[in-house]
């Protein structure tokens, strides 16, 4: 059974960091894409950054040069994604949401729009 679970959310003033964890098990995604999407208040859904089987990574523009997406893969039904998050504005907050698929290109738009597993989503919630 795969399961899905992000942790990190949480408040924090502008200027500040997170991070993000997402621990995906039951299955070997290690070829997967994996990423993160978001949802603003009011807004749709959006995707936030996306990293393939082979490491390479894309980022949406609002989060270019202050997030950083990274993976653990060492263990074969277990995944850990991560979502380093700097110099955070209250644009930011939202419900941060970790998804998984093999949705090529893989990319934060490509997964936003489809993906097989997502966790609950986490809570980020920045004030000025």
């Known amino acids: 059974q795969v399961k899905v679970v992000e942790y990190g959310g949480g408040s924090l003033q502008a200027g500040g960091s997170l991070r993000l964890s997402c621990v995906v098990s039951?299955?070997?995604?290690?070829?997967?894409?994996m990423g993160w999407f978001r949802q603003r208040p009011g807004k749709e859904r959006e995707g936030v950054a996306a990293i393939d089987g082979a490491g390479v990574t894309t980022y949406a523009d609002p989060v270019k040069g202050r997030f950083t997406i990274s993976k653990d893969s060492d263990r074969m039904y277990e995944n850990t994604l991560y979502l380093e998050m700097n110099n955070l504005n209250p644009e930011d907050t939202a419900v941060y949401t970790c998804a998984i698929d093999q949705v090529l290109p893989c990319d934060p738009v490509s997964l936003t729009l489809v993906h097989n597993y997502w966790g609950q989503g986490t809570q980020v919630t920045v004030s000025s």
């Open positions: 039951g299955n070997d995604f290690s070829g997967y894409c």
